[in-house]
Every structure is written in C-alpha cells, then in structure tokens.
C-alpha cells in the first residue's frame, strides 16, 4: 500500500481494543450483538434518573409507601419494576431538617444503575470521589449549595453490595401535589446529594 | 485544590442522564453487563476489577478526572477475561494491533473487516 494517509481509515486504540474483544468473545460464542444493543438501548433510552425520581416522588406523597421505601429500599423500588441485575442491595437515607446525605464511591463508582442510569462524569471522577469523604461541605460548595452550619452532611461511601439513594426533602409550595408532578421536581443531583429537588419555582429550568 | 471547573465542566447538559460519549464505551459497558448476565463473572469481582485497574491508572500518573473511565472500564474487561482464561495474556493486543493494521488498509468509509488467519 501507499503512504498516503487519506486512503485509510483509522481506529483509535480503544475502538480497535473493544473490537478484538467482540473477535475474541464471538469465538469463544460468548458475543451476541442483539442482547448488547438491547442492553445499550435500555442504557441510553430507559433506564435513568427518571426512574429514581419516581421513587422519590411517591415517597413523598404515600407515607405508607417512604416508611417500605426507608425499611427495606430494594423491596420498595423493585415494586415500581426498577430491579438491579448486578442483585446489589439499595439503601435509602433520607434528607431532614438536621441532615442532608451525600452519596459517594471512594474505591470505584458504584452507583445505583437502576434508579439513576449511568452516573454522570464527575461522579467518577477521583477529586469528587476523595474530597466528598474530606471535605463534603466544600464539594456541595463547588456545586452551589450552601447548607446551614447547623445542619449535619452524612457522606455514604458505595460498595458492590450496597447502593444508596438520597431522597431529598419535598420543596415548600407542593401540597396536594401528585407523584406524577413531584417526579418533575427530582433531579439526579438531588438523589446523589449534590443538589436539592426543584422548587416549583424552579420548573423548566435546567437542573 | 477546587474541584469545581472539573466537577461541572466535562458534565454533559443532562437533564435526562449521561449517555456513552462514544460508541466504543456503549459496546464495552453492554458488553460486561452481558457477560455478567451470562455468569461468566459476577458483578462483585467486576466491580473489584475496575477499582483495581483505575488504582493502578492512579498510580502510573493518571489525573483520573472521569474521561478515562471507559478506559479503565475496557482495560479491566480485558484483565477479567484473561483471569476468567477466556483469553490469553498478550491475545487482546495482538488482535487489537491487527485491528488497527486492518483499518490502515481499508479505504475510507468502507466498513473495516478482520481478516483472520486460519
């Protein structure tokens, strides 16, 4: 072949690893292309922080529902048919008056798939994952919220086995609302800990 | 040290989530999750994988601020599969060169295929 560089084409070393992978698995008859692109669909259109808003929402307006949801949070979110293949065991904490949570993964960056999809990129980030453990006030901080001195931040550290998800407090304004409405008022931040759910003032605005 | 450029820069305008940058991370996160499903490895011994692989990324100079995550994510399914004897040691990045051999000589905008030898 010639040296010229225009009549080739290019893969990065990523795209040509994740190739010779997909060789190697279909050899070996691991490889099945329509229950990948299944999984990448159900990534990218189903499964997100919509579903965790959810969760919230009907927490905050079924009592009977929050106190399942705090007892045993795999069972209570597994009603609403968000179930995790990786089988780890769900936590909800709950924001008050007296404690706002934060949710972290100091050793990698277990996150709750099925209630929030994919975590977003600064969430994997190692500065995030070292300084919400150390200085969790300065981290909400570089997010815009400032939380009263008096109130206490609990920082969660993630494992395999064990994914939290904040439920943030109900904003002011919202009673007499139903799930369906809450459920716009829940961001992903506010179920990390990052952030606080929308007032309704707040609604349409970017989260 | 403020994190803040980094924590909210690079975040992508989601209301609805992040979603894979590139297609290469799409296939290899399904690709784990079905390779999980299929109980080729449980997802505490991935989740043991990764974290080692983005420590020893840490530890070879890596500033590990998010971007590399596929990276770390590709390069730990590779060391699990090698674990689980699925592959050989040194058979991902032979056929990953041979990959790249394959696209310097295929035109551009024609699909790249591998020609395996027999």
């Known amino acids: 072949m010639d040296d010229d560089h225009d009549h080739g084409s290019e893969l ?40 965790g808003a959810k969760v919230v929402a009907l927490a905050w307006s079924d009592e009977a529902y929050r106190e399942r949801l705090l007892t045993d949070a795999s069972e209570a979110i597994a009603e609403l048919g968000f179930t995790g293949r990786q089988g780890e065991h769900m936590v909800a904490v709950e924001n008050t008056e007296q404690v706002h949570n934060l949710v972290v993964c100091t050793l990698c960056s277990c996150y709750p798939l099925p209630t929030l999809g994919l975590p977003p990129v600064w969430y994997k980030s190692a500065p ?6 150390m200085d969790p006030r300065g981290v909400l901080g570089d997010f815009g919220l400032k939380l009263p001195d008096n109130i206490e ?3 969660w550290d993630s494992t395999a086995e064990m994914r939290y998800l904040v439920i943030p407090r109900r904003p002011a304004g919202t009673d007499g609302w139903d799930a369906e409405r809450l459920a716009e008022l829940v961001t992903r931040d506010s179920m990390i800990g990052t952030g606080l759910a929308k007032t309704p003032a707040q609604l349409g605005t970017p989260s | 040290m403020n994190i803040a450029p980094k924590l909210l820069l690079g975040q992508p305008g989601d209301e609805d989530g992040p979603v894979f940058d590139k297609a290469w991370q799409a296939q290899a996160f399904a690709t784990t999750v079905m390779l999980h499903n299929r109980g080729v490895f449980t997802w505490t011994e991935w989740t043991a994988a990764l974290s080692r692989e983005i420590k ?18 590709l390069n730990a399914l590779e060391r699990i599969l090698v674990d689980k004897r699925i592959t ?27 020609v395996r030898p027999t």
Request: net charge negative; aromatic share 8%.
């Open chain 1, 12 to 51: 990065s070393p990523m795209e040509a690893k994740v190739r010779a992978l997909e060789t190697i698995l279909t050899e070996k008859g691991y490889f099945d292309r329509k229950a990948l692109d299944e999984i990448v669909e159900t990534y990218e259109t189903k499964i997100g922080p919509r579903n």
């Open chain 1, 128 to 133: 995030y994952r070292s300084r919400a453990v």
């Open chain 1, 153 to 155: 931040i609990r920082v």
């Open chain 2, 56 to 73: 020893s990324a840490q530890a070879s100079g890596d500033p590990d601020i998010g971007d590399s995550y596929y990276d770390h994510w």
């Open chain 2, 88 to 114: 050989k040691p040194g058979q991902v990045s032979d056929l990953t060169d041979a990959w790249q051999e394959a696209a310097l000589n295929t035109p551009h905008g024609q699909p790249i295929e591998l």
